[in-house]
């Protein structure tokens, strides 16, 4: 199963999230994952060395603009291509971040708050949702509800 995490934060933000993709890596049969972070979260040494990310692919969208929009849709498009996802999970809670997850797999999951944002991300890019209370906590409810599991799975500390 090919899966596609979806994280535009800093390392430290993404940090909290990797106990999360490290549980669906040990739980999930033949799970390959694929990072999909900010270029500056790419390089750092501590992702490099991490052994549940199959590929990093760093993304610089921190300058998009109707301009280059087209460009960057395409390079998505691209790995699409390459690789072929079964999931694509966002964890960041951004528009873009949905934008980008959408173009990546069929199948969507991510967490929204409930607003205007929230209601555009649950109509047009996911197929699963969580409602954020706690962010933590909606994270461990999205990985649960994204992979079907009937029990929410134990976390490692």
Known sequence: MRIAIVNLEPYDQLEKTLKYIQNIHDNVIGAQIDLFCDDKVALDERLQNNPLFKNIYPQK???????????????????????RYHISIDTQNTLLSAFVTYI???????????????????????????????????IYSLFSNVFGFENEFAIES
Do not use: H, P, Q, W
Not at 61 to 83: P, V
Not at 111 to 123: S, T
């Open 104 to 138: 990546l797999a069929g199948n969507t999951g991510g967490i929204i708050e409930n607003n205007f944002d929230g209601y555009i991300k649950k109509k047009f890019f996911y197929d699963e949702y969580v409602e954020i209370t706690n962010k933590e906590e909606s």
């Open 61 to 83: 969208l921190d300058n998009l603009s109707l301009f280059n929009f087209r460009a960057k849709y395409k390079s998505l498009r691209y790995y699409t291509k390459i690789n």
